[in-house]
């Protein structure tokens, strides 16, 4: 269903596709809200609040900016309100304030991705040090084998072998928390075929 479609569902009454339009972008507000608040019960309350005001908000939407983006900022302005309100206002970086506005302008896949890349990040951390530092030179700073060798002195067989128990380590986290959809991506981040 477009947005204009789900929209005009929702001001013509359709409770459904109200839920519909949470659905589809609660990951959005977590992800923009989520950047700003840290701890889970305020964040879930920021985010009902967000929902709230994009319900009470819709008709006053005028497809100026993609749905998604006019959602995006509502979270982030509510947030910062929020912020404010409890006086927390230093706790947000200067930094995080101006990627969080930048945000507005991603799609809802962006975000999903960004949240892969991070989580897949993170996941990377925690392998071995060599691992680690092998599928980092050559996925990440994309070294060939040969380069790696040089930059590690390790041989270019320990390399490959090192590389091939890293995917399958990750492969293995990954398998228990993420999608088939969100799998593909792996092997795309990775540039697996």
Same mark, same amino acid.
């Given at each position: 269903?477009?947005?204009?479609?789900?929209?005009?569902?929702?001001?013509?009454?359709?409770?459904?596709?109200?839920?519909?339009?949470?659905?589809?972008?609660?990951? $959005?507000?977590?992800?923009?809200?989520?950047?700003?608040?840290?701890?889970?019960?305020?964040?879930?309350?920021?985010?009902?609040?967000?929902?709230?005001?994009?319900?009470?908000?819709?008709?006053?939407?005028?497809?100026?900016?993609? $749905?998604?983006?006019?959602? &995006? +900022?509502? &979270?982030?302005?509510?947030?910062?309100?929020?912020?404010?309100?409890?006086?927390?206002?230093?706790?947000?970086?200067?930094?995080?304030?101006?990627?969080?506005?930048?945000?507005?302008?991603?799609?809802?896949?962006?975000?999903?991705?960004?949240?892969?890349?991070?989580?897949?990040?993170?996941?990377?951390? $925690?392998?071995?040090?060599?691992?680690?530092?092998?599928? +980092?030179?050559?996925?990440?700073?994309?070294?060939?084998?040969?380069?790696?060798?040089?930059?590690?002195?390790?041989?270019?067989?320990?390399?490959?072998?090192?590389?091939?128990? &890293?995917?399958?380590?990750?492969?293995?986290?990954?398998?228990?928390?993420?999608?088939?959809?969100?799998?593909? $991506?792996?092997?795309?981040?990775?540039?697996?075929?």
């Amino acid at each position: 269903m477009h947005d204009s479609e789900l929209i005009s569902q929702i001001l013509s009454g359709n409770r459904n596709a109200f839920a519909f339009l949470v659905s589809r972008y609660q990951k $959005l507000v977590v992800h923009v809200a989520g950047r700003l608040i840290q701890r889970q019960d305020e964040l879930e309350d920021v985010c009902q609040e967000v929902f709230l005001k994009v319900y009470q908000n819709l008709g006053h939407y005028r497809n100026e900016c993609k $749905l998604s983006t006019w959602i &995006a +900022t509502i &979270a982030y302005n509510t947030g910062i309100n929020y912020l404010r309100k409890h006086k927390k206002w230093n706790e947000v970086n200067p930094e995080d304030s101006i990627a969080l506005r930048n945000l507005t302008d991603f799609s809802v896949e962006n975000f999903e991705k960004a949240d892969l890349h991070r989580y897949l990040r993170e996941q990377i951390e $925690l392998l071995p040090v060599q691992y680690r530092t092998v599928l +980092t030179l050559f996925h990440l700073e994309e070294f060939s084998y040969q380069e790696i060798e040089q930059i590690t002195g390790m041989p270019e067989g320990t390399v490959k072998s090192y590389l091939f128990r &890293a995917k399958a380590l990750l492969k293995e986290i990954l398998k228990f928390v993420v999608d088939e959809n969100s799998l593909k $991506l792996v092997k795309e981040i990775t540039n697996e075929k």
